[in-house]
């Protein structure tokens, strides 16, 4: 099925372990997000890539890095990880800029410890 | 800044009933909405969109009102079903072409 594709679904580190959160889309989609929700703040934007080849900061970016690899794939990565980087993070894509909304995939629990 | 909330973190409602989800924004620059329904253990899911030109739409069962004077929106759900029963955000869409989220609403349907 089409759709967005996140990897690993669940995941545990230590303080200061780095790791690589890995999505992919197959819907030709050219934007892509990373988001992060915590209970009750909602979801914020980590960062974004409107097109193939850019990215940009969103609201909460500190501690986070990510790559627009291709069009498909966007990747979030945490080069030390903290415990308030504890989180539900949902990747998620759209055409263009939200005419449709956005296509979440099904997100990655992790735990810092 | 811009900003999307909710009234009311938890709404309780009896099966077959309707249920109103309610939600604020404050950047009256933003011009397109959409609400998410998102299920335990899921992502967030479309439900429905409005455009800022419109002030009602409706869907299967759902309908979403705009009322940009006082810069709110509710979503209605008629004949609240047990598989309605799950988080609800509103986002919205203003400047960067970015959507902006709120805090989420929980529909718990009782039997």
């Known amino acids: 099925n089409a759709g967005v594709t996140q990897t690993p679904k669940f995941q545990v580190l230590k303080t200061g372990q780095s790791m690589t959160l890995q999505c992919a889309q197959d819907?030709?989609?050219?934007?892509m997000y990373w988001y992060r929700q915590d209970p009750g703040m909602g979801l914020r934007l980590i960062y974004y890539?409107?097109?193939?080849?850019?990215?940009d900061k969103g609201e909460v970016p500190n501690g986070y890095n990510v790559s627009r690899l291709n069009k498909r794939e966007f990747s979030l990565r945490l080069e030390s990880a903290a415990p308030s980087q504890t989180s539900v993070y949902f990747c998620?894509?759209?055409?263009?800029?939200?005419?449709?909304?956005?296509?979440f995939g099904s997100g990655t629990r992790l735990t810092v410890v | 800044g811009e900003s999307v909330g909710l009234h009311l973190p938890t709404l309780s409602v009896q099966e077959g009933d309707n249920s109103i989800i309610n939600c604020a924004y404050s950047n009256s620059a933003s011009d397109y909405f959409i609400w998410y329904k998102q299920e335990s253990g899921k992502g967030p899911q479309f439900i429905i969109d409005?455009?800022?030109?419109?002030d009602k739409r409706q869907g299967q069962r759902v309908t979403v009102l705009l009322n940009k004077t006082v810069k709110h929106l509710s979503l209605q759900i008629a004949a609240t079903q047990p598989g309605d029963s799950a988080v609800y955000f509103c986002?919205?869409?203003?400047?960067?072409?970015?959507?902006?989220f709120g805090g989420g609403t929980r529909v718990l349907v009782k039997p």
């Open positions: 890539s409107a097109s193939e080849g850019t990215t």
């Open positions: 409005i455009r800022s030109n419109m």
């Open positions: 986002a919205g869409r203003a400047a960067g072409n970015k959507l902006t």
């Open positions: 819907m030709n989609h050219n934007s």
């Open positions: 998620a894509s759209s055409e263009r800029i939200a005419l449709n909304g956005y296509t």
